[in-house]
C-alpha cells in the first residue's frame, strides 16, 4: 500500500503523520486483543460458574474449582493472542522473545524484582487502607479456602504458575512485544497501564501497574519473557502461602505477622544485594532511554508524551480503560447481604 504525502506538508509533519497513523492501527488491534482476554475470560467464569451451581456435588469440590481457574486463564491468554497473531500476520518469534538467560543474570533479576513487588504491596496496603478511612472497601475476595494437600497444589498452579505464563504472554509478550518497535521505554509504560487497569479493581490497579514496569524493564533488557514470568510466579506464590498461613490454619495473627514480615525483609534484602551484584557486573544494565528503538526508522519521529497520547485516545483503548474504570468502581460498591 502507497501512502501519498498531504499537499503542503512538510515531510517531517508527513513522518509524524504516518506514524501516528500506524500507532493508532496497531493501537486499536491490540486494544481489540484485550477486550477479547477480558470479555473471553469474563464469559468463561460466567459460564463455569452456571456449570457449577447445577451440579450442587462439584460446587463443593475445591478440586475442580481450581482446574476451572486454569481453565480460564490459560483459555483467556493463549485463544485470543493465537487469533490477533493470525489476523496482524505476525509471527510469534517477531513480537514474543525468549531468548536464554544466563543462570547468574536470571536468578538476581527476579530476587530484584521480588523485592520490588514486595514495597509495591506495601504502597497497595496503604491505598486499602485510606479507602476504609473514607467508607470505601474493595469488595474483591483473593482469599481461598482449602482443605486438601491437592487443592494446596492445584491452588498454588492456579493462582501462581498458570497465570505467570499466561499473564505474561498476553501482556510482555503481545502486548508489549508489538509495541517496542515504537520505543521500549514507551512499550514498557503503556503495557503496565493496561496490565495494572484489567486487574478492575482499585487495589489491584496500582500494585500491577508498579509490578508491569519491572517486568516489562527486565524482559526489554534481556529479550526473553523469562525472568518476568520468574518474578510473576514468585509474587503470586507468596500470595497463595500468606493466604493459606492466614486463613487456613490455626495460626495467631502474631505469628503470622511475623513469618510474613521475616519473608518481606529476606527478599527485600536478597533483592537489594542482587541489585548491587547487577550493578557491578553489568555496567548500565538499569539506564532506561527510549533509544532502544528496533531498526525501524517510521517509528522514531513522534516523542514520548505523543506515543502515549496516540495510543490512549484510540478508540478501543478509551473503550477499554471506561470499561476497567467502570469495574473498579462497581468493586467498591458494598455487596447486598440479601
Known amino acids: 500500500m502507497i501512502n501519498y504525502m498531504p499537499a503542503g506538508m512538510p515531510p517531517q509533519d508527513y513522518a509524524k503523520y504516518n506514524e501516528r497513523r500506524m500507532l493508532r492501527k496497531t493501537s486499536n488491534g491490540l486494544g481489540m486483543f484485550v477486550l477479547v482476554y477480558f470479555l473471553t475470560m469474563l464469559f468463561c467464569s460466567i459460564g463455569i460458574q452456571l456449570l457449577l451451581s447445577d451440579m450442587s456435588n462439584s460446587s463443593q469440590n ?11 486463564s490459560v483459555t ?17 518469534k517477531e513480537i514474543i522473545f ?30 486499602n487502607t485510606n479507602l476504609e478511612m473514607f467508607g470505601l472497601k474493595n469488595t474483591v475476595n483473593f482469599s481461598n479456602e482449602v482443605n486438601s494437600v491437592p487443592e494446596v497444589l492445584l491452588y498454588a498452579v492456579s493462582t501462581a504458575v498458570v497465570p505467570a505464563f ?35 479493581n482499585v487495589v489491584q490497579i496500582p500494585f500491577a501497574f ?26 503470586n506464590f507468596y500470595a497463595v502461602l500468606m493466604d493459606i498461613l492466614q486463613n487456613n490454619t490455626n495460626m495467631d495473627k ?19 544485594l542482587s ?18 528503538i528496533a531498526p525501524y526508522q517510521y517509528t522514531n519521529y513522534l516523542n514520548l508524551k505523543e506515543k502515549i497520547k496516540t495510543f490512549m485516545f484510540s478508540p478501543a483503548i478509551v473503550v477499554l480503560l471506561v470499561l476497567f474504570i467502570s469495574e473498579a468502581i462497581t468493586n467498591l460498591i458494598p455487596l447486598s447481604n440479601t
Not at 210 to 235: A, R
Open 62 to 72: 475445591g478440586v475442580l474449582n481450581y482446574f476451572c481457574d486454569i481453565f480460564v
Open 76 to 92: 483467556s491468554a493463549f485463544i485470543p493472542g493465537l487469533i490477533y497473531l493470525a489476523l496482524t500476520k505476525r509471527k510469534v
Open 98 to 127: 525468549t531468548n536464554h538467560v544466563k543462570f547468574g543474570t536470571l536468578i538476581p533479576l527476579i530476587f530484584t524484582g521480588i523485592a520490588f513487588s514486595m514495597l509495591a504491596n506495601t504502597v497497595s496496603d496503604l491505598m
Open 166 to 200: 499466561a499473564e505474561e504472554f498476553a501482556f510482555r509478550g503481545i502486548l508489549m512485544g508489538s509495541l517496542r518497535k515504537y520505543g521500549d521505554v514507551f512499550a514498557i509504560i503503556v503495557s503496565s497501564v493496561m496490565f495494572g487497569a484489567m486487574h478492575g
Open 210 to 235: 508498579m509490578l508491569g514496569l519491572i517486568f516489562g524493564f527486565v524482559d526489554c533488557k534481556t529479550n526473553s519473557l523469562f525472568p518476568s514470568i520468574g518474578i510473576h510466579f514468585l509474587n
Open 254 to 272: 502474631g505469628t503470622f505477622l511475623g513469618i510474613n514480615y521475616f519473608i518481606c525483609v529476606l527478599f527485600c534484602v536478597l533483592g537489594l
Open 275 to 292: 541489585f548491587l551484584y547487577i550493578v557491578k557486573t553489568q555496567k548500565g544494565f538499569f539506564k532506561a532511554t527510549n533509544d532502544d
